[in-house]
């Protein structure tokens, strides 16, 4: 690959996706195709009791991104993986998959099963 491209990570196996209770700005047919980088698992849509517990933890600044830099703004929209340990923001529509800009759901202690 060219210096400065990005290969964007492309999800073979799809699950069906689940409803999204918040903002729907990314296009369907793009969360058809995408995936984690990490894990090359499924992406489906943060819930809005979701996006809540990740906000509280932002409020008190303990919440880190996987490059070890705090998330200071809170989410608006955001992607999960399928086993829900990872997920990912969404600014502007864009769904921001990079694997440093990670954010583990494990370190929310009140994040929805």
Do not use: H, W
Not at 21 to 46: A, H, K, Y
Not at 62 to 72: C, E, F, I, P, V
């Amino acid at each position: 690959m060219p210096a400065g491209e990005y290969k964007i990570p492309v999800c073979q196996t799809r699950v069906p996706t689940r409803q999204a209770e918040v903002g729907d700005s990314v296009d369907r047919r793009l969360l058809e195709i995408l995936c984690c980088p990490s894990t090359r698992q499924p992406l489906f849509p943060l819930q809005s009791r979701e996006l809540e517990a990740i906000n509280r933890t932002i409020a008190t600044g303990s919440l880190r991104r996987a490059d070890g830099s705090t998330q200071a703004e809170p989410i608006r929209e955001g992607l999960l993986t399928r086993d829900r340990k990872l997920l990912y923001r969404i600014d502007d529509g864009i769904p921001v998959l990079l694997a440093d800009e990670s954010i583990s759901s494990m370190q929310i202690t009140d994040f929805p099963a």
